[in-house]
C-alpha cells in the first residue's frame, strides 16, 4: 500500500463515520473470512475482532501478542485493497503511540482502543497520545475510543456508568478520537443519553440489544459485532460436523467460499 492510498482510506473511514447512514462493519479474524465479507457489494469498510483473532490462536481476549495482531491484520488489508480496515487493537498495549505507528505501517487506518476503565486523566493522555502518532506518520487516523464504563462498571448504578461513559466519551473527542465506542447491551433510552452527551458513538451489535436500524435512528454512527461472527461461524462449523458423526452429508447449498 502506498502512503497516499492509506491517507485516502483513511479519510474513507472518517467520511463513512460521520455520515448520516450508520456504519455497519462485520468483524473478520483471518484474510478469508474477510474476502467472504468482501466479496459482498454492501462492505463499505473492514473492522477485525481482537478476541477472535486471538481466539484462533490460542489465546484469550486481550493476550494476543502486538506482533502477531499486526501480522494477521496487515494479511487482510493486503486482501482489502481500498477498502479501508479497522483494526483491534486491545488497550493500545504499554505504548498505544507506538502500537498505532505500527498499525499504520502496515496500512491499518483505524482502530479500536479500550480504556479498561484506568483513571480517568491517563486513560484520555492514551487516546491523545494514539492520535498524535497518527497524525505525526500523516494519516488521518480514525480512532474508535472504547470505554468500558459500563461492560467493567461492576455493581455501580447503571446511571453512574452512564455519566462515566459520557464524561470520557467528550474528553476522549476532544482528544481526537472520531468515535466513541460503547460497548454494552444498550437499550434505547440509554443509547440516546449517550448520543446526547457524547456526539458521535459506535455500539456493537448482541444478543438483546437494538438492531442496526434502532441504533441508526437514534443517531448512533458505527455498529460492529465483535467475536459474535466467528461464533455464528464456529457454530455452523460445529452442527455440520455433528451431522457428520452421525452420518449425514455435506450441505448441497454450501457455497465455495475458499
Partial sequence: MTENNTTDRARRLRELHAAPEILRVVNVWDVISAKAVLALPETKAIATAGHSIAASFGYDDGTIPLELTLDVVGRIVSAAGEVPVSADLDDGYADPADTVRR??????????????????????????AAVRAAEAEGVPFALNARTDAFVRGGDRPAADSLADAIARGRAYLDAGADVVFVPGVLDAETTAALVEGIGRVSVIGLPGALTAGEYEKLGVARISYGPLTQRVALTAFQDVAKSLYADGAIPESTRALN
Fill in 103 to 128: 498499525a499504520v505501517g502496515v496500512g491499518i487506518v483505524g482502530a479500536n482502543i479500550e480504556d479498561r476503565l484506568r483513571p480517568f486523566d491517563e486513560s484520555v493522555s492514551r487516546v491523545s
